[in-house]
């Protein structure tokens, strides 16, 4: 910016978009002092170096606006985990369904684990009928991201919300204002 640009010639752009052509960088520096703005190096790779004549402060602005605004359109998904057992009572396992369903509708990725203890390890295919019927359940609100896999006791699969479900929007901290308790009256703590 300014004095700090070393280079001998750089390809101007006035503060009005138009090309100026290549310049000696002292000239380029006269011109942006005259028009009271700053010569700002935007393309230092190039050769010669392209120069724009700007105010930087306002450049700044605007480009901490845009980052600000790309960082809210970013999508941002949480993973939501669900332990199961292999021997899941049915209202049990429609309870969690429902929850499942909830966050995928919500934008959140659902991680589902089945839990195996003891000799329950021997009855892997148990906890993956238990998966596979997730995935037909869940399948109008969700899709399969990752098949079901042991990983050590578990048996974990991961199911997404399809393509255009919005990202979960951040949860506001519910504040309300503390009441004080009243003070009693003389006439209220005799009475007591």
Do not use: W
Request: glycine letters at 4%.
């Amino acid at each position: 910016m300014n004095s700090e640009i070393r280079v001998a010639e750089v390809l101007l752009i006035d503060d009005q978009g138009n090309k100026l052509g290549v310049v000696s960088t002292v000239d380029a520096i006269r011109l942006s002092e005259e028009r009271e703005l700053d010569l700002v190096e935007v393309a230092p790779l190039a050769t010669p170096p392209v120069c724009r004549i700007l105010d930087y402060g306002k450049y700044r602005f605007q480009q901490q606006k845009r980052d600000k605004d790309a960082r809210k359109k970013q999508k941002n998904q949480s993973v939501k985990e669900i332990k199961m057992r292999p021997k899941i009572d049915t209202h049990d396992y429609d309870f969690k369904l429902k929850a499942i369903r909830a966050f995928l509708e919500d934008g959140h990725r659902v991680k589902v684990s089945i839990f195996f203890r003891g000799r329950e390890m021997s009855f892997l295919d148990r906890g993956r009928e238990v998966l596979n019927r997730v995935r037909e359940d869940v399948e109008p609100v969700g899709k399969v991201e990752s098949e079901p896999r042991m990983e050590g006791s578990y048996m974990r699969m991961m199911v997404c919300p399809p393509v255009g479900v919005p990202a979960p929007k951040p949860l506001k901290p519910d504040v309300r204002p503390v009441e004080k308790p009243k003070k009693k009256t003389e006439r209220e703590e005799t009475a007591i």
